[in-house]
């Protein structure tokens, strides 16, 4: 009993002493005060020492028992945590019991210094530094395996320079830039590291032209933007060779525009001058010459190729071409591919047949030889007359003597020759037809990134000092080329 009286004596002396005022409050998920520990998350034990050699303390636990923070508390709001006064030191913990954060506060109650966050694994999860309360320098955020996801970049509290984020596969996901914490622009990235949008601010708003590109770079959607809406009622699409088309805003029809001059573009190709328009969906190019294929004509080279989201069909039939001089114009035909190919072929016919005519000709006289003889016969002779004397004489005659002779193998020979040789001239004038067929432009089907190409004929003719125009039908929109001819 005596020993009993001394400790109990012992706790009132220690507790006068060092005083302390012990309360318990109970606060729900949001950190606000709740009245009974059954509609609790967290408890908190505060204790209050009136020795300064004594801090206060600000105990959290779970409400299953485990610690939840240590603070040094100044003051404490019993209806909101968030309302609460902290000095110094504090720690955050999981219910595991792992570090969820740490930093400090000073004497205002303001985060002050090196600020950590934790994931549960004990990997970092953002670290960066604060001054009286506000972010300054690099803030760094990363990945639970430790991974930098993003850093941002403060002065004096404001957002200032870049933000970066970045794939867990390490490249680049984001770049945005500010200014005294206003938003002056943004870039994204696909996670294969290709663009993926940009756009620049102004006022806080998308302003200008905002880009927004295909994952797999073949090409880009342009928006023009003000104070965050769109400007117009289209979009722009540009293809990876650079072709713009504009859309309706759900990128399923083309908005059609008429070409001028001034959208008419040159240029080379394999030595030649190629005239081109490449606007609404549509890249068509031509050059023209004067041509002698069987006959002499305008040829054009023509290029179409189809740029937009459908396919559409391209007819060689609806082409005209004219000649222009004054006020003066003359029309010429164009050939589509079967009319052409029926015009070369009838003067083919007529290079075959008096090729003919002129090897038969010529194998009439094969395997008959003439000879021609020709020269003086002499003859002398000797008599005697009754009386004994003898006499000579002598005689000359010139003579000319034709002979002809026919060989019926010369003959069978000279008629084969004649016969390979037609045949020959023949097959090359099919193959140049052929040629001549297959590399002339016809109505195609042409789908979605492809292209035709081929020549087109039209009738000849020339004036000095007058203007060639070809006017060629494209997808419900015609294109024009001009030439001046030569004065």
Known sequence: MKKLLTITFLFFALTSTFAQKVDTIYYDSNWKGVPIKSFASYMTVVYISDNPQYPNLYKSFYITGEVQS?????????????????????????????????????????EHGRHIEYYENGNIKAVGNYINGQPDGEMIFNFENGKVQGKIQYVNGLLNGEKQFYFENGKLSAVETYKDNLPKSTITYYENGNLKAKASFLNEKING????????????????????????????????????TKYDKNLENIITEEPTTNDRKSTVSNGRNFYYYQMNGVFIAVDVNAVDEMGKYWEASIVVGNNTNKPFIFYTSNMICYLEEEEKVESLKVYTSNEFSALVGKKIRRKSYWNAVGENLATMNAGTTTNNTSGYVNSAGVAVNNQGYAAAGVSSTYGNVNSTTHSGAAQ?????????????YNDQLLQYKQALDEGYLQSNNINPGESITGNVCAKYKYKKGSTLTLKIPVNGITYGFSWNLAK
């Open 70 to 110: 240590v603070f040094t508390p100044v003051s404490v709001d019993k209806f909101d945590a968030e309302k609460s006064k902290f000095v110094g030191n504090y720690t955050t913990y999981y219910k595991s019991g792992n570090k969820r954060s740490d930093g400090v506060y000073n004497n205002a109650s303001q």
């Open 412 to 424: 069978y020979q000279a008629n084969q020759m004649a016969r390979q040789n037609i045949n020959q």
């Open 209 to 244: 032209t905002m880009y927004q590109y295909f994952e797999d770079g073949s090409g880009c959607i342009e928006t023009e933007m003000l104070d965050g809406n769109p400007k117009y009622d289209y979009v722009i699409y540009v293809d990876k060779e650079g072709n713009r």
